[in-house]
């Protein structure tokens, strides 16, 4: 009778043994699955994280292309305007400078017409001439005062320096009144449009 009471504890200690390593089995299998689910959650997560960042490096680089492509284009556009506006300012110097010469050129040939009018004036004329030698003077003052309103105005030179950039030296002569290099007389009178010499004064200076 003990030995059969005996037998029933090993074959019931045997179960709960069995059974107790059942339970440990499955633990470490469901443990072990856990875990394996977990790293997979972990590798996916490293790659998402990982395509991510390489995508922020792609757009980080586009950006710096755009912004370099930006800089060129930005400094290509200023060294255009800056081109374009050196041009326009010279063509535009280039018309004034052109306008100048030809209205020079014309008023050099009407300024030895006002010198023949002066000629006439200074010419005696008979008393029966004299209503032609006033016609003469009115022509004479109306070209004078077209030629100050055209901005043409005479070169100073009786009694002052000679100046080699307005004035032509024809004779030279010793005085003991007049200064050096005075001019003592006008041959010719010198004209000039602004600081554009039109004609030099014909002149004599003193040594």
């Known amino acids: 009778m003990e030995e059969e009471i005996k037998q029933d504890n090993v074959q019931q200690a045997e179960a709960q043994a069995e059974e107790i390593i059942k339970e440990d089995i499955q633990e470490n299998i469901e443990s072990e699955a856990k875990t394996d689910e977990g790293d997979v959650k972990t590798e996916k997560g490293f790659l998402g994280k990982k ?20 800089k060129e284009q930005t ?5 255009l305007a800056a081109e374009y506006d050196n041009y326009r300012k010279r063509t535009a110097k ?27 004036i200074k010419t005696d ?5 004299q209503n032609y030698k006033e016609g003469v003077n009115l ?5 004078t005062e077209m030629m100050t309103a055209a901005g043409i105005e005479e070169i100073k030179a009786l009694n002052e320096q000679f100046d080699p950039e307005l004035h032509n030296a ?9 200064g050096e290099n005075e001019i003592v007389e006008v041959f010719m009178k010198g ?15 003193a040594n």
């Open 75 to 79: 400094d290509k556009y200023a060294r």
């Open 125 to 129: 004329i008979p008393t029966e001439c």
């Open 191 to 205: 004209y000039k449009l602004g600081d554009k010499v039109i004609r030099f004064s014909m002149v004599k200076v």
């Open 94 to 120: 280039e018309i004034d400078m052109r306008y100048s010469d030809a209205k020079a050129d014309v008023w050099r040939n009407i300024i030895s017409v006002v010198d023949d009018f002066e000629r006439v």
């Open 51 to 70: 395509k991510k960042n390489s995508e922020i490096e792609k757009l980080q680089k586009k950006i710096d292309e755009l912004t370099n492509e930006n």
């Open 170 to 178: 024809v004779m030279h002569v010793e005085s003991e009144e007049a």
């Open 139 to 143: 022509i004479y003052k109306k070209l």
